[in-house]
Antibody, heavy 128, light 114 residues
Framework: QITLKESGPTLVKPTQTLTLTCTFSGFSLSTSGVGVGWIRQPPGKALEWLALIYWDDDKRYSPSLKSRLTITKDTSKNQVVLTMTNMDPVDTATYYC????????????????????WGQGTLVTVSS | DIVMTQSPDSLAVSLGERATINCKSSQSVLYSSNNKNYLAWYQQKPGQPPKLLIYWASTRESGVPDRFSGSGSGTDFTLTISSLQAEDVAVYYCQQYYSTLLFTFGPGTKVDIK
C-alpha cells in the first residue's frame, strides 16, 4: 500500500525559504521508472506542478519556478525534500507530494509523469 | 510550453445523465514512437487531494468505476461520466505529461448536480 505524507511549516514569512519533506512508504525510489513529484494548489485555484525527481536522480522543475526550487531524495529514509526560496504571499497554497509510476517502453522501464498516489497535502501560508 | 484548456468551466447534470468534459492541449501529446497519448484525468473533491481516474488518455485506473471513460488523441480529449452519481460532484482536471520539461494541468471543470 503506497502512502505519502507531507510535512513542514504551516507559516513562513516573506523572503524566507520553505522546506517541505515528503515521507513515503509502500515503494522504493530506487525502483526503475518511479518518481515523486510536488504539486501545489492555491486556495480555490487550479493545480500547479512544481518539480519531480526520478529513481535515477533525474530532476525536473517548472521553468517559471526553477530558480527557486530544489528537489532531493534520500532513498534510505524514503523521503523527498523540496526547498523553495524567497517565499512570497502568492506562494500560499496547499502543497502535495505524489507518486509517479513507471511504465514499460519497449523493453525499458521508464518514468512517466502522471501521479497515481497523492499525500493529503499541507497548507503553507506566507505572511509577515 | 504545452498549455491545457478545459471546457466548460462548470456544468450541472441531472443524476443518471451523461457528463462530458473536454480538454485541449496547445500541441499534440501523442508520442509517435509508442502511439501513446500522454494525458491523464483527475477528480478532486473538496478538502481532498486529487485522485487519478484515467491515464494514457483512456486507461482507467484500478478501482475507478466504469462509468468514467477517457477518449481522444493528439490535442483533443474527453472525459465522460456516463451516468452521473451524487458522489461524482467534484472538480476534474486533465494533465499532460508529454513535455517532461513542464507537466501542465488544465484549469479544471466543476461538475455539479442539476
Amino acid at each position: 500500500q503506497i502512502t505519502l505524507k507531507e510535512s513542514g511549516p504551516t507559516l513562513v514569512k516573506p523572503t524566507q525559504t520553505l522546506t517541505l519533506t515528503c515521507t513515503f512508504s509502500g515503494f522504493s525510489l530506487s525502483t526503475s521508472g518511479v518518481g515523486v513529484g510536488w504539486i501545489r494548489q492555491p486556495p480555490g485555484k487550479a493545480l500547479e506542478w512544481l518539480a519531480l525527481i526520478y529513481w535515477d536522480d533525474d530532476k525536473r522543475y517548472s521553468p517559471s519556478l526553477k530558480s527557486r526550487l530544489t528537489i532531493t531524495k534520500d532513498t534510505s529514509k524514503n523521503q523527498v525534500v523540496l526547498t523553495m526560496t524567497n517565499m512570497d504571499p502568492v506562494d500560499t497554497a496547499t502543497y502535495y507530494c505524489a507518486h509517479s509510476p513507471p511504465a514499460i517502453f519497449g523493453v525499458v522501464m521508464g518514468g512517466t509523469g502522471y501521479f497515481d498516489y497523492w499525500g493529503q497535502g499541507t497548507l503553507v501560508t506566507v505572511s509577515s | 510550453d504545452i498549455v491545457m484548456t478545459q471546457s466548460p468551466d462548470s456544468l450541472a447534470v441531472s443524476l443518471g445523465e451523461r457528463a462530458t468534459i473536454n480538454c485541449k492541449s496547445s500541441q499534440s501529446v501523442l508520442y509517435s514512437s509508442n502511439n501513446k497519448n500522454y494525458l491523464a484525468w483527475y477528480q478532486q473533491k473538496p478538502g481532498q487531494p486529487p485522485k487519478l481516474l484515467i491515464y494514457w488518455a483512456s486507461t482507467r485506473e484500478s478501482g475507478v468505476p466504469d462509468r468514467f471513460s477517457g477518449s481522444g488523441s493528439g490535442t483533443d480529449f474527453t472525459l465522460t461520466i456516463s451516468s452521473l452519481q451524487a458522489e461524482d460532484v467534484a472538480v476534474y482536471y486533465c494533465q499532460q505529461y508529454y513535455s517532461t520539461l513542464l507537466f501542465t494541468f488544465g484549469p479544471g471543470t466543476k461538475v455539479d448536480i442539476k
